[in-house]
């Protein structure tokens, strides 16, 4: 039995030796010592998946009663071995992949967040072809444990007690070994390991996945309860004294009934626009949205802008709810039943239409479910478009035609309206309409063709919006779910990756510049409602980027346990505990000096990071993210 279960821990290491060859680019400043103390601190968390999956093979084997002599029960038990081991070695290999689009090892919420979706067997088979050589290492390691795998040898029944003796001490002292490496650790004050503990061993948070193993984090977030409060602050009024998300709007500002309409684009970081990055390849980078780029000319935007979280589940509440993802995806947990607001939903007061689309099956992603729930009744996908002859085949309706059904659509709304729309074309597996082939330049990356022909879908949308008699008389606001691929060096820490471009548009030119400060999607909400003069108070956890001084403005994210905090010149880390980084983003790109203990702003910063995380938490566990 230990022989075949140290074959799994050989597995184990393995698959994260593969992992960080896959995924180096992500870590381009990892050196050999500090690889190694994480492959130590790994064998902790591969000890506890290992024990946890293999519990019931080691009772059987262990167990003092004669059936075990059985030949057919050895069977049983190299079968039920073989086949739960090669389960969770997959998940590891599965997750070399998807750690390039979700950012941190799969947890539980994964089942969540895929539910609704019917195509995951086509998207799941590209990848296996794209990547035949995981495939293939699959089956050589099932092959491996198959025929490595060691039966126990068959005792005597002559030698009853020496055989009750032997398996029972046995039993006992592998019992609290098991325990032991299933907890992490020895001792009554030793609390069982939880996904959190990787941080210890790492320098940055990204670097959690190489410490971690899938298995671990699915195994520990089964049944968690994802928003726990803290006791950072002793009362109500120390708390909102230092951050309160409810918003009391100037009343004596006349509001203005513009319609607005909220795209969020697939996928879009801040890395593929050529005018959000001047100083790329010295200055001569084009990136890969021509139109955009020319829109930015005559739009408000800002020079350090973030989502966030990194999944298509966290954009949406933080853009059209300022609910920023802490933990777990804010509509897979129970307080995704909360009574809830947003753009739409606060803009019905006012009496807007408002509605929401999304090209893909109604209920993807649970998009549907969440946009009823903030203030969007009205949802149009892709079986309202009604004409498969223009599905992508994997996602959704292609991006330039839907947008289109987009913009005739909306031209038949009352006004004033508020719709918004999350495009698809620009995700994963990268694929554009075969009629653009060779049309679109091929960049280093396979999404960059992607990101030229949805872009040329806003283009068209555009011009035909530019036609309609509400046009003049709208408010755009343009945004990314999350980041994807990247190519240069500073889109891939932990700043980086949650780069994406933040862009309101008017047609009247009443919003127009490049100021210097922070922007996060969460903003979004107070900025749109404080434009319109929205005179009723709300609860949103960003700022209104227009009526609030520069010096306030702030980003928040949460990467892979550790809580990230932008203002100022500064990003602070903060494991829920303690500061553990501080960095000057702006200047030090690829945050390479950890200024801790250095920075006069970082006692500040901390105090104000926890104030926004338990107002977070108290208001998700006691309903109270409106003010109804």
Not at 91 to 119: H, K
Request: net charge negative.
């Amino acid at each position: 039995m230990i022989f075949n279960l140290l074959m799994v821990f050989v597995c184990f290491s393995f698959c994260r030796i593969l992992f960080l060859w896959v995924n180096y680019s992500y870590y381009p400043d990892l050196t050999f010592a500090h690889f190694v103390e994480m492959f130590k601190g790994g064998l902790l968390f591969d000890t506890s998946a290992i024990f946890y999956t293999n519990i019931l093979y080691m009772v059987l084997m262990l167990f003092p009663f004669h059936l075990k002599e059985n030949p057919a029960y050895q069977r049983v038990l190299k079968w039920l071995f073989v086949v739960s081991n090669m389960i969770i070695i997959c998940m590891n290999l599965i997750d070399t992949v998807y750690f390039q689009y979700s950012g941190r090892r799969t947890t539980a919420s994964v089942f969540g967040q895929f539910a609704n979706e019917d195509n995951l067997i086509g998207i799941f088979g590209i990848e296996m072809i794209k990547h035949w050589y995981l495939v293939l290492i699959a089956a050589l390691l099932a092959y491996g444990l198959f025929k490595l795998y060691r039966t126990p040898k068959v005792q005597p029944h002559g030698q009853l007690a020496a055989y009750y003796i032997i398996y029972t001490l046995a039993l006992l002292i592998c019992t609290p070994l098991t325990i032991f490496g299933m907890r992490g650790g020895i001792g009554r004050d030793v609390r069982p390991i939880t996904i959190s503990n990787a941080n210890q061993y790492v320098n940055r948070p990204a670097e959690t996945a190489i410490v971690l193993n899938t298995p671990f984090s699915i195994y520990r977030t089964f049944g968690k309860k994802p928003f726990v409060v803290p006791n950072y602050f002793s009362g109500v009024a120390e708390m909102e004294a230092v951050f309160t998300p409810v918003h009391y709007p100037n009343d004596s500002v006349p509001f203005r009934d513009k319609n607005v309409v909220v795209l969020v684009l697939e996928s879009f970081g801040k890395e593929y626009f050529g005018s959000l990055n001047k100083d790329l390849e010295d200055g001569t980078y084009q990136g890969y949205t021509p139109f955009l780029d020319s829109l930015i000319n005559h739009s408000l935007t800002f020079e350090h802008t973030f989502a966030n979280g990194q999944q298509s589940i966290d954009g949406l509440p933080s853009v059209l709810s300022s609910i920023p993802r802490f933990v777990e995806p804010f509509f897979l947990t129970p307080a995704s039943l909360n009574k809830l607001s947003g753009i739409g939903g606060e803009l019905k007061k006012k009496g807007y239409y408002t509605a929401f689309f999304h090209g893909a099956r109604n209920g993807s992603m649970g998009f549907q479910a969440y946009a009823r729930a903030v203030g969007y009744p009205e949802y149009f996908g892709r079986e309202d478009y009604n004409n498969d002859a223009d599905f992508d085949g994997n996602w959704a309706i292609w991006d330039e035609e839907f947008m289109q059904y987009f913009a005739d659509k909306i031209g038949t709304f009352p006004q004033p309206f508020s719709v918004g729309i999350f495009t698809a074309s620009s995700h994963h597996p990268y694929k554009i309409p075969e009629r653009y082939n060779g049309v679109f330049p091929e960049g280093p990356l396979e999404i960059h063709k992607c990101v030229l022909y949805s872009d040329n879908a806003l283009r068209r949308f555009f011009d035909n919006a530019s036609r309609q008699p509400w046009f003049d008389n709208t408010l755009f606001v343009l945004t990314a779910d999350h980041t994807n691929q990247s190519h240069y060096p500073e889109y891939m820490t932990d700043a980086g990756r949650y780069a994406v471009p933040i862009i309101f548009y008017t047609p009247d030119g009443d919003l127009q510049g490049r100021r210097e400060t922070i922007a996060q999607q969460a903003d979004i909400m107070p900025t749109v409602l404080g434009y319109l003069g929205y005179d009723m108070p709300y609860v949103a956890f960003g700022n209104d980027l227009l009526n609030t001084p520069d010096e306030k403005h702030f980003a928040v994210n949460h990467n892979n346990g550790v809580y990230q905090y932008f203002k100022g010149d500064y990003m602070l880390q903060f494991d829920g505990e303690k500061t553990i980084a501080i960095y000057a983003f702006k200047t030090d790109k690829l945050l390479k000096e950890n200024l801790l203990g250095k920075v006069d702003e970082q006692q500040k910063m901390e105090l104000e990071l926890k104030a926004i995380v338990q107002q977070y938490m108290e208001r998700m566990n006691g309903d109270r993210m409106t003010m109804e």
